[in-house]
């Protein structure tokens, strides 16, 4: 039999199945995730609790339930799906990143940081957590710091096109337009028609040239 879609194979698996099978825990976060990426978010987030209810230990379940309930506008109800993650396994980034991004819109600065830097200290390639903690440094005045997680950010994904522009506005905010003017056309590169990049360079660009015409 030929499926239409990854939607239609797992709701048939359910559906003959029911929750016969402890691993059909997997089967309701996958479509899950396939519902989130069709914007369907009420559905997906039923299916992530299902998932949870079949297995309260399905880590990832919770992890993804958050960032629904987070694309929903339930705030509160997204931390408690992240701090339910961390409570089983302590050691989840991505649970400790997606945390950090809400308390940072919180104002929690503090909060954020730490667990960004708990993402990163367990797995230190996670080029999302240093971005993520560059934009907290920011906001906190710790430019320099900002700049290295940036810069770590890209070392690991040199295609990290909001990586580029942040650094280019942090290097801009120290002075150093060429190296501003860089990191923008370097995200430019990757991605054309990148408007934060875009509007940035021209901006750079005309201060350096202001700078350069001063006699």
Do not use: C
């Amino acid at each position: 039999r030929h499926w239409k879609n990854s939607t239609t194979l797992y709701k048939h698996a359910i559906e003959v199945n029911g929750n016969n099978y402890p691993s059909f825990s997997v089967v309701y976060y996958n479509l899950g995730n396939t519902l989130v990426k069709k914007n369907e978010l009420e559905e997906a987030i039923s299916h992530y609790k299902m998932a949870i209810k079949i297995n309260p230990e399905h880590v990832l379940a919770y992890n993804n339930l958050g960032n629904a309930l987070s694309q929903k506008g339930d705030i509160e109800g997204a931390i408690s799906q992240f701090k339910t993650a961390i409570k089983i396994d302590p050691q989840n980034a991505l649970a400790h990143d997606n945390l950090g991004v809400i308390l940072d819109e919180l104002g929690e600065y503090e909060k954020a940081i730490a667990h960004y830097k708990t993402a990163i200290q367990v797995k230190p390639d996670f080029a999302g957590a240093h971005y993520n903690l560059g934009n907290t440094l920011t906001k906190t005045n710790e430019p320099e710091e900002a700049i290295r997680h940036y810069k770590l950010a890209i070392k690991i994904d040199p295609e990290h096109v909001l990586a580029h522009t942040n650094l280019g506005n942090a290097l801009a905010q120290k002075g150093l337009l060429e190296d501003a003017i860089t990191q923008y056309q370097t995200a430019i590169k990757i991605k054309p028609d990148f408007s934060p990049a875009l509007t940035n360079l021209e901006m750079a660009l005309s201060l350096l040239q202001n700078m350069t015409s001063v006699p």
